[in-house]
Structures are given as structure tokens and as C-alpha cells.
């Protein structure tokens, strides 16, 4: 009875333990949100202390509306945004119906990886070197190429650089998708109806995708329409897009402007829920309301999905090569296909700066990354438990999201404005805490399937064997998704190495990154020296991404090892839940490759 009544008050113990983890979790993952949006609320309407402005008025948003160029700023923020993101979604399911279990397929599946882990900064940089004036391209081609994407009035250069950037990581959300449509047997009953490929794409398939691929495309869209490091890069100036214009008002050394900042960061936020929101519509007008297109008649558009991916794959992953020799470069005189003297003397150069700031951009990277898996175990943990038990709350979708489809301008002035208040003076804190907030989501989102396809079974039997709950989830569960976490692990740091804004507000600019230092060195410096800090940024993720597919392939052999062993000593009582485990064992290992 005494022994009953100890296992029933450590497992008491143990879930009020747990509850409280959860709390702690979602309160320091989630926090910021406040301080961010109420910020932003009270200094758009004047109320900002720290210029003693105590009183509420309209004073940002009548000097915003005064600027000249507002409104055409604004018309280039909603064209390059949904420009952007309807030209990924439409070139990523062209790629799919065209490559979709082809010959081509296992090849576009392996190179995933290496595109999505290179930085939209160090990309930007490359895509820049290519298409200047004086770049790659028109070297090559010479006075038969007469463009300018760089900087141009019309973002015609922002919108193919965030199109190329954005499909892979499409592609990367499409495959569980239609994984779960069951691709094959859909296309043979299509057939079987006289329907073409093309067709049963078109007609069968999208209406499906869409829906699925829904959170993906806000994620693009709300990335598009408040970007600012690709934007300074090479998007236009004059004017430049309305992330761009807010983030300089912000820089700006007199204070009165911050006001009109604040006010401009809210329409930002504005403008990015009305784009979510006509992304939902536009799926519910093709889906549910005008769908007559579905049924009425066989006709498909052309797509050239192989076209489109070679391309993509051709540009991102020559600007490496591009960085690697203009890094190495002393002189490239124009229309010179190659440089004509080459040189270490700018490594050399910056080598000494290169120690620190590698070392910084590591260490913020792993402490937060390492932070925010803990919490996206946790709260996947609690999900799991809530599913199961009824009474607990489930923390929502949505909130873990916003970090993802807010902008990250308007959030991070009112953190800012927080800190101001707290103890401003922690900068490395802060930062960490931001790269924290906004690397949760896509741990998250990386850790969702695997925990989903765990079998539960598997649980339930250890636990009736006499297994505490801890015990059960480090010997049973954690070593069948290791691989998984050390991919999630391995995204976290390469999200908090790309972050440009978080490091730069909350650090004052004190804290130097690769990120920083390669957008800052790109307007009107050295080409040399910004390859140089470009190509380290796009190195450095790649580091890390070796090291978790090596540890997850390594772990994957042994959690096989594991599952063997489990089977043999359970064959009697865990059958199911031992085939199961194979089972989720090898998707996990296919992952992580």
C-alpha cells in the first residue's frame, strides 16, 4: 500500500513538474509577443517615453502620410510580395507535376538541402555578383545582355531573387504532402478516365495541394512583404520597399522620427494581414467557390517544371563559386572572364576581425538554437499528453506561427522599446532571447512530423513495465527521433545565423555577426571583402548541417540496433508497436539524408 501510494505521489509530482516546464516554456517562447505588439501600438500613437512623449496623438501617422513617396512605396511592398509568393508557389508545383518520382526526382531531393541551408544574405550577395552590370553574366555575354536587376525601380530583381530562394523551400513543405495524397494511385484512377498527367495535376491534385501548402505560402508571403537585409542588397531605392523605408527611419539620428517609424512599422503589419489574409481567399476562390475550372472540359496549362529547377538550382548554386573567386580576386577588370591576379591579401586582411565575429555569430547561434529545441521538445511533449488526456490545454498553432508571419520589424520595436525599460544594457541577452523567439517556430515546424509518426503504443508499453515517464522518454523515444532533432537542431542554427534584424535592435548594433557585417559590407564597399564575409555566412550553416546528417545517420543505425533489440525482448506484448518503430525509424533516417 505504502509503495502504491509513493508511485502515485512521484507521478503526481512528475506531471505538476511538467505542467509547470510547460509554463515557463510557452512563457519565454511566447513572450516577447507582448512587449512587441503593444510597443508597436503605443509608440505608432506617440506614447513613447523614452523621447518624453506622454501623450497619445496622430502625429506619427500624419507625418507618415506627409512623406512623398508613401504610396508608390507601398504599391512596390504589395507587388514584390505577392509577385514573389505566387510566382514560388506556381514554379514549385510546375517542378512537382514535371519531376514528381521522375528520373530527376532523387537528385532535386538531395539538393534541397545544401539551397535551403545557404542564407538569403550570402545568396543575395552572389545573385548580385551575377547580375550587375558588371557581373558574371554580362562578362559572359557581353553587350547582348542589357539589364538592370540590381536596385531597380521596379524590384524586377527582388521578386526573381526571392522567387529562386523561396522554391526550394516549397519544395522541401511539399514532399510529406504528397506523400499523404497518395500521388500514385491518384494518377493511375486519372488515367484510367482518359485524364493526361498534366491533367490529373492540374485538376485532381492542386485543388488538394493548396490547402496543404497554406502556412508555407504565409510564411513566404510575410518573409516577402518585411525583408530588409535582401532588400538593402539589391532591391530597389527610390523608393525603397516600406520595410526598407521604416528600417531607416529607425537608424535615423533624430528621434522625431520615430514616431513616423513606429506608425509605419503597424501599416506594415497592416499590410502583411491583408496579404495573408488574400492568400486564403484566393485558395478559397479556386478550391471551394470557382471550381467549375475542375470539371469543365480536359484542358491543362503548359508547364515547363524542369526548365524551372534547373534554373534555380543553376543560380543558387553558382553564387558559392562566384563568392569563393571574387574572395580570392585582387583584381577582375571588366569584361574579363576571369580575375587576372589573385591574391590572400584581404583574408589576411580581415582575418583577425573574421576570429571574433565567427566566434560571436557560433556562439549566439548554438545557445539559442540549443534553447529553442529544448522548448520544441517540450511543447511537442505536452501536445502529445494533451491529445491524450482530454484536460490539458493545448498550446495553439497560431502562436507558435506568429514569429514566422509577423513581421519581424514591427514586433522588434516594441521588444526594443521593452528593454529600454528593463536592462538594456544585457545586449547578448536579448539578442539570444530574439534569435530564441524567432528559430522556435521553424524547430517546430521540422520536429512536427516525426512526432507525429512516433507510435504512442510504444509509450504505453514501457510505462505498464514499471518505466517512470522520464525514463521512457530518454531509453524509448528520444533515441528513435535523434535524427530528427539533430536536423531540427542544425535548421535552428542556420535560422539564427540569417537573423539580421533582432541582432541589430537588440544589440544597438554592438554585436557583430557574420549577418550584419556581410549586409552592411554589400552597399558600396570592397567586392572582395563582401564575398569574404558572404561566403562564411553561407559556410557556416553548411558546417553545422554536416554535423547533424553524420550524428542522425550514426544515431539512426543505432536506434535500429535499439528497435531490434526492443523487438526481441518485447515480441510477445509489442509486436505492433515494434514494427511501427522500424517504421518510423526509416522516415526519420530519409530525413535526415
Known sequence: MNALLKSVNSQSIASITFKVVVLLTVIISFLPLFPGLVGLIFAAFGYIPAIDQYTFSFTGFNALLAWPGLNQSIMLTLFVSITSTLLSAVCCFAILQSCWHSRWWKQIETLLAPIMALPHVAFAVGFAFLFTPSGFIARVFGEQIDWQ?????????????????????????????????????????????????????????????????????????????????????????QPPTLAVLVWQWLNDADLATLPKASAGALVLLLLC?????????????????CKTWQSNGRYSLPIGGKSIITITYLIALITLPMLLIWSFAQRWRFPDITPSKWSLRFWQQEWHYLLDIIANSMMIALISATIALIFAIIVHEHSVKAAA???????????????????????????????????????????????????????????????????????????????SPFKTWWQIKRPLLLPAIWIAWAVGISVSLAQYLPTLMLGSGRISTLTTEAVALSSGQDRRISAIYALLQSITPFIFYIIAIVASRKTGSLEQQDAGSNHHTHATTSAPPSTSTNRVTTRNVSISK
Open 149 to 237: 536587376l540590381i536596385h531597380d525601380q521596379y524590384g524586377i530583381g527582388l521578386i526573381l531573387a526571392l522567387t529562386l530562394k523561396e522554391i526550394p523551400f516549397l519544395l522541401f513543405m511539399s514532399i510529406p504532402l504528397l506523400k499523404q495524397l497518395n500521388i500514385n494511385t491518384t494518377l493511375i484512377t486519372a488515367q484510367s478516365l482518359g485524364y493526361n498527367n498534366a491533367q490529373a495535376w492540374q485538376k485532381i491534385i492542386l485543388p488538394q495541394w493548396l490547402p496543404k501548402i497554406r502556412f508555407s505560402l504565409f510564411a513566404v508571403m510575410a518573409y516577402s512583404i518585411s525583408v530588409v537585409d535582401v532588400a538593402l542588397i539589391i532591391g530597389p531605392t
Open 389 to 467: 488526456n482530454k484536460q490539458w490545454l493545448k498550446v495553439p498553432r497560431l502562436l507558435i506561427a506568429i514569429p514566422m508571419l509577423a513581421p519581424q520589424l514591427s514586433l522588434l520595436f516594441g521588444m526594443q522599446v521593452a528593454t529600454l525599460y528593463i536592462a538594456h544594457q544585457h545586449y547578448y541577452l536579448w539578442v539570444i532571447w530574439a534569435h530564441t523567439f524567432f528559430a522556435f517556430p521553424y524547430i517546430f515546424l521540422a520536429l512536427d512530423g516525426p512526432w507525429r509518426s512516433y507510435d504512442q503504443r510504444l509509450d504505453n508499453v514501457a510505462l505498464s513495465l514499471g518505466m
Open 273 to 289: 494581414l491583408v496579404t495573408l489574409f488574400s492568400i486564403r481567399l484566393a485558395e478559397w476562390l479556386i478550391t471551394v467557390k
